[in-house]
């Protein structure tokens, strides 16, 4: 990230200061915010998760939670396994060991599809979205792991394939408004600057109605004023939908103003886990991560 792109805690503090929540407190299930946002129990558990990719350990026996209705930043440095653990959230790999618990169960291996089904939606850490395909269409691409008709009932628009279109359509309009970006919905993806982009990301993700949100660096490579759009909508959209939010991202201005609480990783293990002051006064964390430059 450029230097010209950093966010300062200061800034964003004076941007994003209306909606956003203080780390520090009780932390325990079932209570509300200072802001009046309610935090649930446990709704995943990360139980003593290792990966291997051959010889390389992606991640080394980590255990933690994510509470309903919360969001929960993941931190590191770079190679320290955050994207290998969001891509076990979503089911992306299956780690050699440890368990995976969802709403109190212990989830079977399961393919990404039928994550998504549970209702665990992601972006990406690079776009991936349909180039050429306007926004509208992208955004509709996120039902379709909702979708119950068949590709014949669809083809021939009858009955509950019709309903089921203009059900989707409706709530994929609902999304556009809610992230402001109904002025571009017949644009092509492609013509986009950047910053649009990971918001059509954002809407796609939304569209499935998620209950936990998983967001692979969201304001990378963003400019201060993208970043600041991008942070308001991650707490409007956990705020106006309850919904639940796992993010990883580097900009530690971001990270602290935005998250309840913060895992860190370093070389896949699991070295700090609190609020962001927790983390912020842990002097490994510091050694490892807070007190280097992450440009
Ligand atoms: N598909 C893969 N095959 C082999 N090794 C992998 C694979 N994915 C990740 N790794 C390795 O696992 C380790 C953790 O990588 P990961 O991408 O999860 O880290 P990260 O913390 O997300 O890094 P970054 O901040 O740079 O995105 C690294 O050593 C990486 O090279």
Same mark, same amino acid.
């Given at each position: 990230?450029?230097?010209?792109?950093?966010? #300062?805690? @200061?800034?964003?503090?004076?941007?994003?200061?209306?909606? #956003?929540?203080?780390?520090?407190?009780?932390?325990?299930?079932?209570?509300?915010?200072?802001?009046?946002?309610?935090?649930?129990?446990?709704?995943?558990?990360?139980?003593?998760?290792?990966?291997?990719?051959?010889?390389?350990?992606?991640?080394? +026996?980590?255990?933690?939670?994510?509470?309903?209705?919360? %969001?929960? @930043?993941?931190?590191?440095?770079?190679?320290?396994?955050?994207?290998?653990?969001?891509?076990?959230?979503?089911?992306?790999?299956?780690?050699?060991?440890?368990?995976?618990?969802?709403?109190? @169960?212990?989830?079977?291996?399961?393919? *990404?599809?039928?994550? @998504?089904?549970?209702?665990?939606?992601?972006?990406?850490?690079?776009?991936?979205?349909?180039?050429?395909?306007?926004?509208? +269409?992208?955004?509709m691409?996120?039902r379709? #792991?909702?979708m119950?008709?068949? %590709?014949?009932?669809?083809?021939?628009?009858?009955? *509950?394939?019709?309903?089921e279109e203009v059900e989707n359509r409706e709530k994929a309009?609902?999304? %556009?408004?809610?992230?402001?970006?109904?002025?571009?919905?017949?644009?092509?993806?492609?013509?986009? *600057?950047?910053?649009?982009?990971?918001?059509?990301?954002?809407?796609?993700?939304?569209?499935?109605?998620?209950?936990?949100?998983?967001?692979?660096?969201?304001?990378?490579?963003?400019?201060?004023?993208?970043?600041? +759009?991008?942070?308001?909508?991650?707490?409007?959209?956990?705020?106006?939908?309850?919904?639940?939010?796992?993010?990883?991202?580097?900009?530690?201005?971001?990270?602290?103003?935005?998250? +309840?609480?913060?895992?860190?990783?370093?070389?896949?293990?699991?070295?700090?886990?609190? #609020?962001?002051?927790?983390?912020?006064?842990?002097?490994?964390?510091?050694?490892?991560?807070?007190?280097?430059?992450?440009?």
């Open positions: 990230m450029s230097a010209e792109n950093l966010v #300062t805690r @200061a800034d964003l503090a004076e941007t994003v200061h209306e909606s #956003t929540h203080e780390g520090g407190g009780d932390r325990g299930p079932g209570h509300v915010t200072e802001d009046g946002r309610k935090i649930g129990g446990v709704v995943m558990e990360m139980k003593n998760i290792t990966l291997r990719f051959g010889g390389v350990t992606a991640i080394k +026996d980590i255990s933690f939670d994510i509470r309903e209705g919360e %969001i929960r @930043a993941i931190i590191g440095p770079n190679g320290a396994g955050k994207s290998s653990m969001l891509n076990v959230i979503s089911g992306f790999y299956v780690p050699q060991e440890g368990e995976v618990w969802f709403r109190g @169960a212990k989830r079977p291996p399961m393919k *990404p599809y039928q994550v @998504a089904r549970q209702g665990i939606a992601r972006t990406f850490q690079n776009i991936a979205l349909f180039d050429g395909m306007s926004v509208l +269409d992208n955004v691409t996120g379709l #792991t909702q119950q008709q068949g %590709i014949l009932a669809q083809a021939l628009w009858k009955g *509950p394939a019709e309903r309009e609902k999304i %556009i408004d809610f992230l402001e970006i109904q002025h571009i919905r017949k644009t092509p993806v492609s013509r986009l *600057p950047y910053g649009l982009k990971k918001r059509v990301e954002l809407a796609r993700a939304l569209v499935s109605e998620p209950t936990i949100l998983l967001l692979d660096e969201p304001m990378a490579g963003m400019n201060v004023e993208e970043k600041e +759009d991008m942070c308001r909508f991650v707490l409007d959209v956990n705020d106006e939908f309850g919904t639940t939010i796992a993010l990883i991202e580097h900009d530690m201005g971001v990270v602290m103003d935005l998250s +309840d609480r913060v895992v860190v990783m370093d070389y896949g293990r699991k070295i700090g886990d609190g #609020t962001p002051d927790d983390v912020r006064n842990n002097q490994e964390v510091i050694d490892a991560y807070l007190g280097v430059s992450h440009d």
